[in-house]
């Protein structure tokens, strides 16, 4: 399997809070991604990243910002948590542009 | 943004069923992928499909990547308990970038 590794696995936050989510990726791939998944919704992309420093918004980045200062670390900060950012999140890396995406086992934040 | 639509949204079966699902979209792909996503797990790649009418299999299941690259198919032969779970499609679309388009899955309950 793929070296990918989220952090921490399991979260509750009260609302305001600011929280960092961590990837850890140890297959050097240039492609990083932030999904959610809610019901009902599928996986939605909240930021990606092309390489140490490249950054770009999805779908659903409000509320959201992204750092990736190694290639290996890809975080996921929220400003300031809300109820609505309740979700599982998933991070995901890729190695090549027409390659599948390599998913880590997510991780599940609750805002109270 | 692309969409992908997957149907169906949900399916119950008996044990040893065989099982379709699908995805269509109005946009041309050039790669179409599988995935299956377990109870508290990340999606993990099952079928990738690059070429119009593909066909390619992975021990019981089978995907093919449609001739107008407009839709892709996912089969399953004998189902069995453990094939349970949630199954995306996901594409990338011609000219498009390194991102993929996820459908919003087909949840699978196999009944023994």
């Known amino acids: 399997d793929a070296g990918i590794t989220q952090s921490p696995r399991h979260k509750v936050t009260e609302t305001g809070t600011p929280v960092t989510l961590r990837c850890h990726q140890t297959?050097?791939?240039?492609?990083m991604y932030w999904y959610r998944q809610d019901p009902g919704h599928g996986l939605r992309l909240i930021h990606y990243?092309?390489?140490?420093?490249?950054?770009d918004k999805g779908e659903v980045s409000d509320g959201y910002s992204v750092s990736r200062s190694k290639t290996e670390d890809f975080l996921l900060t929220l400003e300031s948590a809300t109820s609505s950012q309740t979700s599982v999140y998933f991070c995901?890396?890729?190695?090549?542009?027409?390659?599948?995406?390599?998913f880590g086992s997510g991780t599940r934040l609750t805002v109270v | 943004g692309q969409q992908l639509n997957q149907s169906p949204q949900s399916m119950f079966i008996q044990e040893g069923e065989d099982v379709s699902m699908n995805c269509t979209s109005s946009?041309?792909?050039?790669?179409w992928l599988w995935y299956k996503q377990d109870p508290g797990e990340g999606p993990v790649l099952l079928i990738a499909?690059?070429?119009?009418?593909e066909l390619t299999s992975n021990g019981r299941l089978t995907a093919q990547f449609g001739i107008t690259r407009k839709d892709s198919f996912l089969n399953i032969s004998a189902s069995i308990p453990s094939d349970v779970g949630i199954y995306f499609c996901?594409?990338?679309?011609?000219?498009?970038?390194?991102?993929?388009?996820f459908g919003k899955g087909t949840k699978l309950t196999v009944n023994p």
């Open positions: 995901a890396i890729s190695g090549r542009a027409n390659y599948g995406y390599t």
């Open positions: 990243s092309y390489g140490v420093k490249d950054t």
């Open positions: 297959e050097n791939h240039r492609y």
């Open positions: 499909l690059y070429k119009a009418g």
């Open positions: 996901a594409g990338r679309t011609q000219g498009g970038s390194e991102k993929l388009v």
């Open positions: 946009s041309i792909f050039n790669t």
